[in-house]
Each structure stands twice: as structure tokens, then as C-alpha cells.
């Protein structure tokens, strides 16, 4: 890693509460986060503590009202902090996005009782949530899913597996999809189920490229037994508090995305001003000090798209298509700035004493994450073009 300490982000925060506020999460990721980064990702671990660290600062329920415990941040503030998150440890970043798509269908859809009842612990009692919509058959088609929740007495039985699930068997809730009616979107209903449920279990966890510190695995409902009252909307609203989610989810991996990209860019500016050949630095040839300005200029770009969005969706307004166009250039900016600083660094580039290639190895699951880059291609001409075939 290079000696050279990176400039920090120039940011545009609304308040003066912001500024201090992403102070705080830098002192907090330089002290408690970046220092242990690669050796706890090396070795697979959760840094459970850390969530524990955040939820106590009041950093995991940004977003939600001060009502419940939540922060009342707007999401262009929500987003920057993540950014930072992400740039110490995408483990850690991403781990909060997830918590707070977990947390919104009650918070959006939730009545007034079961917000007050659970939406404290959830926003900053310590908890840590997990959002279970995927299935093994029914990823990028997840209107297809099999998981059936059936009408028992005065509750509900949960029967199926989801797939691909992010603290997947570590979690204390679940947002979970289900089918409650016929096939297709509207026969879905959502749940909010307690992490220790009778049936509920966690499958091993996936080995998987990189974030190998975040559990990612199925998690298995086998007769999970809720009351009504952990019903979240209507029947049969499920399909979209789930594609709502979505779209603010979708913007905290953009946001994450930038993250890793603008810590692999500090990585290759300190190497490339660091290393010496012919007699002075790397990052005096124009092919290297080119490379470097493109890698600037797009992350600048991917962060000013992510926070338009952001904006319009503080502002009330729809935000679906900025959402989907700032995943879609953000992690790909993220994964192009990520092999481009692995070429600067060179041989040094692919080995695990530089972090280069592990923000490599993270940024590419960017892509796949919360709706592939080319649903999210889908989805941008769907509001460009008009729906297919019409």
C-alpha cells in the first residue's frame, strides 16, 4: 500500500450536521475499518463489531425518521456516507446499503404499530438486517419465485429457500418475498421474520471471488411459522415494496461502487507518484498520467450521477431511471478504474500485498448485485423507449 495519504473528496453537503457527519465516518473508517481490511478479508471474517460501532454512532438507519431512531438524512447525504464506507471496506459499505434496503419495506409500508414496535431496534438497536428476494430459479425473473408463505389459523407458514442473500444466516431479520397467491408479481406478499425463527436456517457460505468477509448464502424456510402482524402492506403488494426497494437499494450500490473505485484510484496515484523508473516517477509518462485522468473523470461523473438521482428522490420526484443508469455507469466505472490501477501498480498490481487487486476482485460483483447491469440496460430503455413490444 502507498505511503501517500489521498486527497480527500471534495463533497457538496447541504448542512453543516453533514460535514460533520461524514467527518465522523471518516475518523471512524481510518481508526476502526481500513486497518484491517485486507487481513480480515483474507481470512473470511465478518466485522460484526464494526455494524455494532455504526448502528451505536447512529449510522445505520440514516435515511429513516428520528421517530424510529433513524437519522432523517436526505440521500444525497445517506449515499456520500457510504461512499466512505465503501472506500475502507466494501464488506462494511455494501453491509449498511443491505441493512437499509432490509429496513425499508417496513418503514415505507409498515403501520404505524409495527413501526413503532420493531423499526427502533431495527434502525439503531444493534440489529442487522437481511432483504431475501432472489431464489436459486428466480434471479434477474424474480416475479418467479417459489417461496410460499400459506394462511395458517391466525398466521403464516413460510416454506422455500432464497438464494444469493447478503448476512444470509447471520442476520437478526429478514425481508422476505413470498407467495401468497397465483403466479406473477401480484401474487407476492412481504413478511418481516426474526433471524432466530423456529425453521429458519442459513446454508453454508458462498466462496466466493472477493468480499470473501461478507456471508453471502441460501437461507432456508422450512415451515418458518409468523403472526399476520409481521405482514408488511397488503397481500399481494410484495412484488412492488420489493421493486421500491429496489430502486433506492440500487443507488446505495452505485454509491458503494464509487467507493471502490475512488480508493483504487488513491492506490495508483500513491503508487505512480512513489515508483521511480529511468529516473523519475511513473506518473510522469503521459500513457500513465492519461490513464489517471480518465479513471478521475469518471468517477467525478458516476458520483455526480448518483447524487442527481439522490436528489430527485428527496425531492419527491421519480427517480427509477436516474437509479438504474447510476448502477449501471457506477459499477462499471468501478470496475474499469479497478483493472486500470492494477495495470499501474503493474506486477505489484497482482499480489495481495497492494489492495489494487482485491478492490478488482469486489468491483465486479458490482455489476451482478441488486439487478445485472443489463437488467439495469433494460430497465433505462423501458423509460427511454416505451415498454417492448408494443
Not at 109 to 125: D, I, R
Request: charged share 25%; net charge negative; glycine share 12%.
Amino acid at each position: 500500500m502507498s505511503d501517500r495519504d489521498p486527497q480527500p473528496v471534495e463533497r457538496q453537503l447541504p448542512t453543516e450536521e453533514a460535514r460533520d457527519l461524514l467527518a465522523l465516518v471518516r475518523e471512524i473508517a481510518q481508526r476502526e475499518i481500513t486497518p484491517k481490511a485486507a487481513e480480515e478479508e483474507d481470512a473470511g471474517r465478518f466485522p460484526r463489531e464494526v455494524f455494532t460501532l455504526l448502528s451505536n454512532s447512529g449510522l445505520l438507519g440514516l435515511p429513516y425518521d428520528s421517530e424510529y431512531g433513524g437519522g432523517e438524512q436526505p440521500y444525497e447525504v445517506y449515499l456520500q456516507v457510504l461512499e466512505e464506507l465503501a472506500a475502507a471496506r466494501l464488506t462494511v459499505g455494501l453491509g449498511v446499503s443491505v441493512h437499509t434496503l432490509a429496513s425499508y419495506a417496513l418503514a415505507a409500508y409498515g403501520t404505524k404499530q409495527q413501526q413503532v414496535e420493531h423499526l427502533p431496534a431495527m434502525l439503531g438497536g444493534g440489529l442487522l438486517g437481511a432483504y431475501c428476494l432472489s431464489e436459486p430459479s428466480s434471479g434477474s425473473d424474480a416475479a418467479s419465485l417459489r417461496t410460499k408463505a400459506v394462511r395458517d389459523g391466525d398466521g403464516w407458514v413460510i416454506t422455500g429457500t432464497k438464494a444469493w442473500i447478503t448476512h444470509g444466516g447471520i442476520a437478526d431479520f429478514y425481508t422476505v418475498m413470498a407467495r401468497t397467491g397465483d403466479d406473477g408479481p401480484r401474487g407476492i406478499t412481504a413478511f418481516l421474520v426474526p433471524g432466530d425463527a423456529e425453521g429458519l436456517s442459513g446454508a453454508a457460505p458462498e466462496k466466493k471471488m472477493g468480499m470473501k468477509g461478507s456471508p453471502t448464502a441460501q437461507v432456508h424456510f422450512d415451515g418458518v411459522r409468523v403472526s399476520d402482524d409481521r405482514r408488511i402492506g397488503e397481500e399481494g403488494q410484495g412484488f412492488s415494496i420489493a421493486l421500491s426497494a429496489l430502486d433506492s437499494g440500487r443507488l446505495g450500490i452505485a454509491a458503494c461502487a464509487i467507493g471502490v473505485a475512488q480508493a483504487a484510484l488513491d492506490e495508483a496515484v500513491g503508487y505512480a507518484t512513489e515508483r521511480r523508473q529511468f529516473g523519475r516517477p511513473i506518473a510522469d509518462f503521459q500513457g500513465l498520467r492519461f490513464m489517471i485522468a480518465d479513471m478521475a473523470t469518471q468517477i467525478e461523473a458516476g458520483r455526480a450521477l448518483y447524487l442527481a438521482a439522490a436528489r430527485l428522490r428527496d425531492a419527491g420526484r421519480p427517480f427509477a431511471k436516474q437509479a438504474a443508469m447510476a448502477k449501471l455507469h457506477c459499477t462499471d466505472t468501478a470496475m474499469k478504474v479497478a483493472t486500470d490501477a492494477v495495470q499501474i501498480l503493474g506486477g505489484y498490481g497482482y499480489t495481495a500485498d497492494f489492495p489494487a487487486e482485491r478492490y478488482m476482485r469486489e468491483a465486479k460483483v458490482l455489476q451482478i448485485v441488486e439487478g445485472t447491469n443489463q437488467i439495469q440496460r433494460m430497465v433505462i430503455a423501458r423509460h427511454v423507449a416505451g415498454p417492448e413490444g408494443r
